[in-house]
DNA sequence: GATGAAACTATTGTACC
DNA sequence: GGTACAATAGTTTCATC
């Protein structure tokens, strides 16, 4: 991991799907040079996947929440919450809470309907989101320039 | 937006950097019309970009904390959540706590120095995550098969 | 108005320096 | 890590339904 590794990580996390053409003239590297990077990059598990970013409120979702939940019947939960289509973030968390989840639903009333059958699992607490002033901040901006 | 749409969307959301030929063989189309359509899905801003995904622990960043913040310096903390690398992603909520973040440090150190200085800007409460059991789920698995 | 076919351009993968 | 070239993918145009 070089600063090399940086810039391309930097860039493909802006735009997952530039060329490696184009990448490469970017950071003025020959392009198999880039794409065995790439490839070292993916093996390593340092790059998990590429994403499309999808608008919620285009899809129809208009409302995101984040729902903490205390439970003692965590399997059961588990099992809900991957089937569960409202369910896009699940997290394990310390505190008094035990999950966090972040959850996308068409409206409010959807998110109620939600909400109280996660009330058949536990106690939850749930703030809803008003707006999203960014999301995925790329990670190294510490460690560039 | 019709099934064609949807699975397009599937697709793409699942891997960004998949060729539009790879594409337009798995859903029996012809490739200049997958291209047609994911440009219009662009264009629509259905698709608002397409990011790789990073391994936080690969890249030393072995905590992740939500932390809820209850500030009436907005504009200020505003500011400053712009420029700390920690702060992933940044969301206004309704409620006890006006804003949410997900925060992404080194170790628990780092993430207690990053609270002292939220504590500047109004009272807080954290729920650090243990683990994380999914992230990004697709949206439209209740809308497809 | 969207799809399919074909020619053309760009990108990627491979072999070698 | 770079260069050259063959194979593959993407783009554009035009005909078609």
Redesign the pocket.
């Known amino acids: 991991m070089d600063q ?1 590794d940086y810039k391309i990580l930097s860039i493909i996390h802006d735009n997952a799907r530039i ?4 990448m490469s003239r970017m950071i ?6 880039v ?3 790439l490839r070292k990059l993916e093996e390593q598990g340092i790059i998990k996947g590429y994403r499309a970013e999808l608008s919620l409120s285009k899809l129809g979702k208009h409302t995101t929440a984040f729902v903490m939940l205390k439970s003692n019947k965590c399997k059961e939960f588990e099992t809900f919450a991957e089937a569960a289509p409202e369910i896009v973030d699940f997290y394990r968390t310390s505190g008094e809470y035990n999950f966090l989840l972040k959850v996308v639903t068409e409206t409010s009333e959807t998110l109620e309907n939600f909400l109280e059958t996660c009330h058949t699992f536990g106690f939850s607490s749930t703030l809803v989101v008003l707006s999203t002033r960014f999301e995925d901040k790329m990670l190294l901006q510490d460690v560039m320039g």
Not at 28 to 33: D, K, R, Y
């Open positions: 090399t060329t490696v053409s184009e003025a590297m020959s392009q198999p040079a794409t065995e990077r």
